[in-house]
């Protein structure tokens, strides 16, 4: 995982835009962490992070895990915007 994430670093630039932040956190994931062993609470969240990825928010621009949660940008502009605030 480290050679592609360094790999990645080579081409990255930063780019200033409008962005909508969507911050999504479990809920109850920590007292559901507590009760289940660790590769299933891995599953859970893998599984969690698929559904998100694949069929809500499969037009944002940035993904990040936060743990029990996901960042992810949607770019908008003037003519946009309540469109992707929409979706």
Do not use: C, W
Not at 56 to 77: E, H, M, Q, R, V
């Amino acid at each position: 995982m480290h050679r592609i994430f360094r790999k990645a670093l080579d081409s990255a630039t930063g780019v200033s835009r409008f962005v909508i932040a969507v911050i999504v956190d479990i809920r109850g994931f920590s007292a559901f962490s507590q009760t289940r062993e660790s590769p299933d609470t891995a599953m859970f969240i893998k599984r969690v992070y698929m559904k998100l990825v694949d069929s809500y928010f499969n037009f944002a621009s940035f993904y990040k895990s936060t743990g029990d949660g996901l960042l992810l940008t949607i770019p908008f502009n003037e003519s946009n915007l309540k469109e992707m605030a929409q979706r």
